[in-house]
């Protein structure tokens, strides 16, 4: 009974910071997207696909999730992106304190657009509020077309999925029609885009969804004349 008590507190107190963070982004007017997918499906990738298809000027700041080790981190600050890392020794997930933190030390002010690279894990991550705008997940070819069915969450809860290695597809038995119907059939109104980091196959979409949902959230910010919404 304790312990069952105590969990509601913490996941009570992890809310509570998830609805602090969303305002905080609201106040600054800064988009906020929760990358979520298993270790190498392409997360950093994808955000350096992003970034080299946006406009001169876009600003982006990134949030990088590992158990250890700042290479990802690394990899983004040689394409200039203000990057904090945050690593979570054996924490399967980020935590919105952790997010908190983190937000603390980007220039926020600067950047119109936060992206957060989850911890690589289809599961536990998703359960989790961090203030987002929007959670994207991200499933690779390699992984199989069976994932939705056997890990549904994701793709309930995503607001857009990503179907990253397109160019594995030959000589693979990945069936985009299995997986497309599944993903259907769990979600019907998610939408896909197919992507290969490796051979930039998609990634103009991406972007473009990118900045869609940021266009979308400057129309909503001006409706509300300028005061902080949510
Ligand atoms: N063939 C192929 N390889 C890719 C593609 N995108 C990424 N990769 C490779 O997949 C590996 C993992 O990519 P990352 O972007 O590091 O994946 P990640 O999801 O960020 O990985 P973690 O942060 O460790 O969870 C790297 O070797 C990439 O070069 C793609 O579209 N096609
Ligand atoms: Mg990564």
Known sequence: MVRVGLKRDIL?????QATANRRYFDRRRIVAFNLIGSPGCGKTSLIEAAHRRFPKGFRLAVIEGDLASDKDARRLRK???P???????RGCHLTPRMIAAA???LPLEKAGLLI?????????PVNFDLGETAKVGVLSVAEGDDKPEKYPLLFREASVLLLNKLDLLPGSDFSRRAFLAAVKKINPGLPVIEVSCRTGEGTREWAEWIKSQAEASRRKWEGNSGKAVR
């Not at 009570?12 to 509570?16: A, Q």
């Not at 957060?116 to 536990?124: D, F, H, P």
């Open 116 to 124: 957060i690279e989850n911890i690589g894990n289809l599961v536990c």
């Open 103 to 105: 937000a603390r030390k």
């Open 12 to 16: 009570e107190m992890e809310n509570r």
């Open 79 to 81: 394409l200039k992106i």
């Open 83 to 89: 990057v904090v890392q945050v690593n979570t020794g």
